[in-house]
């Protein structure tokens, strides 16, 4: 309770008397967004303690770099694919969008993973990466309405270069 202006606050409790009620507070709380503080050369524990693995994840463990190989090889014949049987085919225009969409999505991805840890940025890390993943649904309708409405990627690049 507010006495002339006077900081004195008086407990609040709930109706039934229990447990302290939450005061409402309109100021922001920006403790979150923080860097997280590392120990010196990022040594936790002693000497003694065991090795504790970190936690496996499918996509963001040693399993990305297989993805990135496998969709960098599956470009390379997409890419080839109109010098040789032309850009009227959708279905190998549409593979290499998504394909290509696929490549810069990973390879951005980890550029957030080496530059941007979660052990030290926290919240930012997982900010950077939901905004990467909004950008390639975006991304991705983009490349819908491009295959639907005009001739496709090749025939964009071909009349660009063209231009």
């Given at each position: 309770m507010m006495i002339l202006g006077i900081g004195i606050r008086k407990k609040l409790v709930n109706p039934r008397g229990l447990i302290p009620a939450r005061q409402i507070s309109l100021k922001p709380n920006f403790s979150k967004y923080k860097l997280i503080p590392q120990p010196p050369g990022n040594i936790v524990g002693t000497v003694n303690d065991p090795y504790v693995p970190p936690s496996p994840s499918f996509f963001e463990g040693g399993y990305h770099w297989a993805y990135e190989r496998a969709i960098a090889i599956g470009l390379i014949p997409c890419s080839i694919a109109p010098f040789v049987v032309g850009t009227d085919i959708p279905m190998i225009?549409?593979?290499?969008?998504?394909?290509?969409?696929?490549?810069?999505?990973?390879?951005?991805?980890?550029?957030?993973?080496?530059?941007?840890?979660?052990?030290?940025?926290?919240?930012?890390?997982?900010?950077?990466?939901?905004?990467?993943?909004?950008?390639?649904?975006?991304?991705?309708?983009?490349?819908?309405?491009?295959?639907?409405?005009?001739?496709?990627?090749?025939?964009?690049?071909?009349?660009?270069?063209?231009?």
């Amino acid at each position: 309770m507010m006495i002339l202006g006077i900081g004195i606050r008086k407990k609040l409790v709930n109706p039934r008397g229990l447990i302290p009620a939450r005061q409402i507070s309109l100021k922001p709380n920006f403790s979150k967004y923080k860097l997280i503080p590392q120990p010196p050369g990022n040594i936790v524990g002693t000497v003694n303690d065991p090795y504790v693995p970190p936690s496996p994840s499918f996509f963001e463990g040693g399993y990305h770099w297989a993805y990135e190989r496998a969709i960098a090889i599956g470009l390379i014949p997409c890419s080839i694919a109109p010098f040789v049987v032309g850009t009227d085919i959708p279905m190998i225009d549409y593979i290499f969008s998504v394909l290509l969409l696929a490549h810069c999505h990973t390879g951005i991805k980890s550029c957030i993973i080496d530059y941007i840890p979660e052990r030290v940025y926290g919240v930012w890390h997982k900010i950077a990466s939901r905004v990467l993943t909004l950008g390639s649904c975006v991304g991705l309708y983009g490349i819908y309405v491009l295959e639907t409405t005009s001739n496709g990627i090749f025939e964009l690049i071909r009349s660009l270069w063209g231009a």
